[in-house]
């Protein structure tokens, strides 16, 4: 199981000190949609030169134009991008397209879809790497967490999952029991005080050292 930081902040320069803070425990960097959106490509390019040794996964989300999207993100040196669920299937299919030609990944994330294990179960089939199950932030302002989905679809589907949505310290532990691939952490370290700690703590939850 890999921990992957998210990292929702809108600076350049916080993403670097919350990685260099974090370095230590995590394995992979999420470039979050809010931080993608808001400083762009060339923030892909120098955080693949500054953390070379790390996966970096860049979180697009990405609803139309797939292929074309996901290129520029392979190419300024991401190793995973997100597609939405939601998204046309010819969407899904151009993110692979693009992953597969790059040597690179294609998560396609399940937020706000309504039969997860049936898309799960389709998106294996077309070669994506990873699925995620995710509640988003608004979601889980609403109350929602990603662990009955997590549980539904790692008992039905053989694909690599990825697990996202407010997951903290009260509640890793059952993330854990299910060994999804990735567990994404975001606001429960990047939100706290001492992000070297948070993590260091999240780390030991899921690898035990
Ligand atoms: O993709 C996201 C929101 O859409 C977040 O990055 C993801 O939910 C992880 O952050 P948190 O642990 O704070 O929920």
Same mark, same amino acid.
């Given at each position: 199981?890999?921990?992957?930081?998210?990292?929702?902040?809108?600076?350049? %320069?916080?993403?670097?000190?919350?990685?260099?803070?974090?370095?230590?425990?995590?394995?992979?960097?999420?470039?979050?949609?809010?931080?993608?959106?808001?400083?762009?490509?060339?923030?892909?390019?120098?955080?693949?030169?500054?953390?070379?040794?790390?996966?970096?996964?860049? %979180?697009?989300?990405?609803?139309?134009?797939?292929?074309?999207?996901?290129?520029?993100?392979?190419?300024?040196?991401?190793?995973?991008?997100?597609?939405?669920?939601?998204?046309?299937?010819?969407?899904?299919?151009?993110?692979?397209?693009?992953?597969?030609?790059?040597?690179?990944?294609?998560?396609?994330?399940?937020?706000?879809?309504?039969?997860?294990?049936?898309?799960?179960?389709?998106?294996?089939?077309?070669?994506? %790497?990873?699925?995620?199950?995710?509640?988003?932030?608004?979601?889980?302002?609403?109350?929602?967490?990603?662990?009955?989905?997590?549980?539904?679809?790692?008992?039905?589907?053989?694909?690599?999952?990825?697990?996202?949505?407010?997951?903290?310290?009260?509640?890793? %532990?059952?993330?854990?029991?299910?060994?999804?691939?990735?567990?994404?952490?975001?606001?429960?370290?990047?939100?706290?005080?001492?992000?070297?700690?948070?993590?260091?703590?999240?780390?030991?939850?899921?690898?035990?050292?």
């Amino acid at each position: 199981m890999k921990l992957q930081l998210a990292i929702d902040v809108l600076t350049t %320069d916080e993403a670097f000190a919350l990685v260099q803070e974090t370095r230590k425990y995590i394995d992979i960097i999420e470039i979050g949609t809010p931080l993608i959106k808001h400083e762009g490509i060339k923030l892909v390019k120098s955080m693949r030169t500054l953390f070379p040794e790390k996966t970096l996964l860049v %979180d697009l989300k990405t609803m139309d134009v797939g292929e074309y999207e996901a290129n520029y993100c392979f190419e300024a040196g991401a190793d995973i991008v997100t597609v939405l669920g939601v998204a046309d299937i010819n969407t899904i299919k151009g993110t692979i397209k693009s992953a597969k030609k790059h040597g690179k990944k294609a998560l396609v994330d399940m937020i706000n879809v309504p039969n997860k294990t049936a898309l799960a179960k389709k998106v294996n089939k077309l070669g994506a %790497d990873f699925v995620g199950i995710h509640s988003g932030i608004d979601q889980q302002n609403a109350g929602q967490s990603p662990l009955s989905d997590l549980k539904e679809v790692s008992k039905n589907v053989k694909i690599p999952l990825a697990v996202a949505g407010g997951i903290n310290l009260d509640t890793i %532990d059952d993330i854990v029991k299910l060994k999804p691939e990735i567990i994404v952490v975001g606001g429960a370290i990047t939100g706290t005080k001492d992000p070297k700690k948070a993590a260091k703590a999240i780390a030991k939850r899921i690898k035990g050292k």
